[in-house]
């Protein structure tokens, strides 16, 4: 191999796409937000600001470039480079209307600078519209030997207020496949959807597949798995794969899928297949149903005490299966950050241990395990902590029989709970159906989980309401750091015209946490309800209005 006598560059680009962090490091760099979210009215500037950290102990300079992005089939980002002309661009850019403060950034060692991004949509744009940063450090010119170069993406998402835009978003697909074995991949069959955004809105989505399998002329469970957490852009198609972790052979097959479409599940679609799967397997393994008691675990105690509490197993199926057990932070607090706080520093899975780690549970069998918690006798100084225990289940040939999950939550009696939420985005759009799909989504911005309760009103500007009902969406543990969509198709036939406030809260059963509202216009025109978003700045009326009932 000839030799590299100054350096040789080696990029890795860091595509964050379908679950966001709110926060990246690598390589002595701190990005807040990871992703830019904006709204605005058309010809109106909305600015929004991402703060670049140098941890280093020495200066640094990062670069900054605009980029247009193209969704993936796997739901993930394409950057589309300065000059690329094969990759066809989305005419949902707001490139153009983009501009940074800065495009390179001198930051002294663990310092801040802030980065103002201004988007300004023309007064022809409506919908949703989105592009990208690339922010990379500077390779020092003095430096030798083989560097590598982390370049982060920020996703640019782009609002357009005013009248609604129709949600069209529809779950077109949904099967089984089979991959055969090749010398780098092993065998697998996957769950898959296909689901493609007609519209001009931009909604989470995540997709759940039931299988059933036809045996003497009767349908049996197989397994349900959900597909990753994914925002959807306006002309995207993704195909989103799961792999259910076993060999399933060539059969009839029914698969019932359904699409929750920022926290709002949609009818599933339901449809029957022949099936040509793995050769080599004789027998469905179907998911076997473990029963967890209790199916949350709450233990507290004091810094530096061990505790033990007792998980009882329970198979509810006619064969014997083996178990293993392992400890994880809860998904939802992977790489999310607020403030100084990160998902990782509230981890409990490195202190927790179940006992036995692996067992083998017999046919209609019940047996406790133990969870031992022992709590470091420093550095734990916040209110809750926090791990998932899975136990995941395999025939005794070593196919996958379906994994179970208990939550597990550690209070320190020595700290004082603050529950708090934050308010995040909130967007209405119009659906085929005639009516609306009001979003919201919210943050848990406290110390500890909470058992969330959202809802929406519609409130006149003399403070009568009009609407008040549930907003749709997980109402399990909502855990500290956690982002969380909830939606709700509503009718505003009954909502006589005029001005009024579009409220979603989130909160407890005692206590609101978080709001955020809209200033919306409910009018008539030829015989169909019409409603319109109100942003501008010459409503000082509905402005008001906003803040005083907001604050209520």
């Keep these: 191999m000839e030799h590299v006598s100054r350096f040789a560059k080696l990029f890795m680009l860091t595509l964050l796409a379908s679950s966001l962090p709110v926060w990246a490091q690598s390589q002595g760099l701190i990005i807040t937000p990871m992703r830019v979210e904006a709204a605005a009215r058309p010809g109106q500037a909305a600015d929004r600001i991402i703060k670049l950290k140098n941890t280093a102990d020495e200066s640094k300079i990062f670069d900054l470039t605009l980029v247009n992005l193209v969704q993936a089939r796997d739901g993930g980002w394409i950057v589309v480079e300065p000059g690329n002309s094969e990759v066809e661009l989305s005419e949902y850019s707001c490139l153009e209307w983009t501009t940074l403060s800065a495009k390179t950034v001198t930051v002294d060692a663990m310092q801040m600078s802030p980065v103002t991004v201004t988007v300004r949509p023309p007064a022809r744009a409506r919908g949703f519209y989105f592009a990208g940063i690339l922010v990379q450090a500077r390779t020092p010119a003095q430096q030798k030997g083989v560097s590598v170069a982390v370049r982060f993406l920020i996703p640019i998402l782009l609002d357009v207020q005013g009248r609604p835009e129709r949600q069209q978003i529809r779950l077109a697909e949904a099967g089984l496949v089979y991959r055969e074995e090749t010398p780098k991949k092993r065998a697998a069959t996957f769950a898959t959807l296909n689901v493609r955004n007609e519209g001009r809105t931009y909604s989470r989505i995540k997709g759940q597949i039931k299988v059933q399998h036809l045996s003497n002329k ?6 349900t798995v959900w597909t990753k957490d994914i925002g959807l852009v306006p002309g995207a198609n993704v ?30 679609v339901e449809r029957e297949i022949s099936f040509s799967g793995d050769p080599s397997a004789t027998k469905v393994a179907v998911d076997t149903a473990l029963t967890l008691n209790p199916s949350e675990i709450c233990i507290a105690g004091i810094p530096g005490a061990t505790r033990t509490t007792l998980l009882s197993v329970e198979n509810s199926a006619d064969h014997p299966v083996s178990i293993e057990t392992r400890a994880f932070l809860p998904p939802p607090m992977r790489g999310m950050s607020m403030g100084d706080l990160t998902g990782e520093s509230l981890s409990c899975a490195g202190w927790i241990q179940v006992l036995p780690e692996r067992f083998t549970l017999g046919a209609r069998a019940k047996q406790n395990v133990r969870i031992i918690a022992s709590m470091p006798k420093t550095e734990t100084t916040h209110a809750a902590y926090y791990g998932t225990v899975s136990l995941q289940a395999s025939y005794l040939d070593g196919q996958s029989a379906g994994q179970t999950t208990s939550l597990v939550s550690v209070r320190n009696k020595h700290a004082e709970v603050k529950p708090s939420a934050l308010a995040v985005r909130m967007s209405i759009a119009a ?6 799909a009001v979003q919201a989504r919210f943050s848990n911005a406290g110390n500890i989980h909470v058992l969330p309760s959202a809802r929406v009103t519609v409130t006149s500007l003399t403070g009568r309401t009009e609407i008040k009902t549930a907003l749709e969406g997980d109402q399990g543990q909502m855990l500290p750091l956690e982002s969380r969509d909830f939606s709700r198709l509503m009718d505003f036939e009954k ?5 009024y406030i579009l409220k979603a809260e989130l909160g407890t059963a005692t206590e609101v946490l978080a709001s955020q509202s809209l200033p919306i216009v409910v009018s008539v025109a030829d015989g169909k309800c019409i409603v319109n978003v109100i942003t501008d700045e010459e409503d000082k009326d509905i402005k008001a209005s906003v803040t005083s009932l907001g604050a209520r």
């Design 495 to 499: 909502v006589p015209p005029g001005s």
């Design 239 to 268: 195909e989103l794969p799961v792999d259910v972790n076993r060999r399933l052979p060539s059969g009839h097959f029914k698969i019932s899928a359904a699409l929750s479409v920022d926290g709002r599940m949609l009818s599933p």
């Design 218 to 223: 009767t349908w049996k469970h197989v397994l």
């Design 431 to 436: 659906t085929e159906s005639g009516g609306y």
